[in-house]
């Protein structure tokens, strides 16, 4: 198991727009990850930069080479572009972070 971590940024004002599309994120969503092998996917929300924090378990990291094709990930970043930074082909932008400490 890979873990992975990456930041994202919401824009202002969207921060409650944001919980509430993922308060209700589709479930079919849900099952290309965990089809997929991501699992412990958290996101947590900076309030004074409205960065987001994001970290994932996969079991094989390239897998998330191939989810962009997947027609539901691309219909959920159409979903999300007008409430976030994002690429031209609307996939959210992301910065990978290093893993620089680790507790088992």
Known sequence: MTRMAFKMQVFKGYEAEYQRRHDEIWPELQSLLKENGISEYAIFLDLETNSLFA?????????????????????????????????????????PLPEVFYLP
Request: hydrophobic share 35%.
């Open 55 to 95: 970290y994932l378990q996969a079991e094989n990291p390239t897998v998330l080479d191939k989810l962009p094709e997947q027609p539901i990930m691309q219909k959920w970043w159409a979903y999300m572009q007008d409430i976030m930074e994002t690429n031209p082909d609307h996939s959210p932008v992301s910065k």
